[in-house]
């Protein structure tokens, strides 16, 4: 199976910050990466698919990289409402394994 | 509108079982792979079974392989989740999700084993 190792677990930021999330795969999965933001008490929202492309009415502050092993979710400026919980997903094969996710705190 | 609608949850006593169901509508079902995906109480995202679109294949995760079982009837647009030998492990929240990339999710049904 393929592991989905997520770092940090949590990271406290200001307002305007710029805040990095890494996602490292067991082995390569191509570009089969997805991101998505959990806010409490809702459905996970889908904000990176195929490592980098960005899902649609996403703000463009939210991007990706990487490929095979190494990815990254940036947000290049933080705002109040993206205070949640990011994870990451492989899907290139099963089981499907997702990130441990990483709590964004705002300062 | 693409949209999934989870059913079937509720309080079940360690030992038993539980069928939870999923109805897609808004887009052709039997072309997708569905998928169930789970959340236990404030932990993370635990994907737990695929089933292919003929259902020709179906996956499992570990933690639920030989226990669960996930079938889908087309003429139906539903993905059904049998799950047996239920543990506290299970309780969580299962919502059910689309490909690519499980960029659909509905909004879960939630499943707690307790005494």
């Known amino acids: 199976d393929i592991q989905m190792t997520q770092s940090p677990s949590a990271v406290s930021a200001s307002v305007g910050d710029r805040v990095t999330i890494t996602c490292r795969a067991s082995?390569?999965?191509?570009?089969?990466l997805a991101w998505f933001q959990q806010k409490p008490g809702k459905v996970p929202k889908r904000l990176i698919y195929?490592?980098?492309t960005l899902q649609s009415g996403v703000p463009s502050r939210f991007s990706g990289t990487g490929s095979g092993t190494e990815f990254t979710l940036t947000i290049s400026s933080l705002q109040p409402e993206d205070s949640a919980v990011y994870y990451c997903?492989?899907?290139?094969?099963?089981?499907?394994?997702f990130g441990q996710g990483t709590k964004v705190e705002i300062k | 509108e693409v949209q999934l609608l989870e059913s079937g949850g509720g309080l079940v006593q360690p030992g038993g079982s539980l069928r939870l169901s999923c109805v897609a509508s808004?887009?052709?079902?039997?072309?997708?792979?569905m998928n169930w995906v789970r959340q236990a109480p404030g932990k993370g995202l635990e994907w737990v079974s695929a089933?292919?679109?003929?259902?020709?294949?179906?996956y499992y995760a570990d933690s639920v392989k030989g226990r669960f079982t996930v079938s889908r009837d087309n003429s139906k647009n539903t993905v059904f989740l049998h799950m047996t030998r239920l543990t506290g492990e299970d309780s969580a929240l299962y919502y059910c999700?689309?490909?690519?990339?499980?960029?659909?999710w509905g909004q879960g049904t939630t499943v707690i084993v307790s005494s």
């Open positions: 999700a689309r490909p690519p990339g499980l960029g659909v």
């Open positions: 808004g887009f052709t079902f039997k072309n997708y792979v």
């Open positions: 089933i292919s679109g003929s259902s020709g294949s179906s």
């Open positions: 082995q390569g999965i191509g570009n089969y």
């Open positions: 195929d490592a980098s």
């Open positions: 997903l492989q899907h290139t094969t099963y089981p499907h394994t």
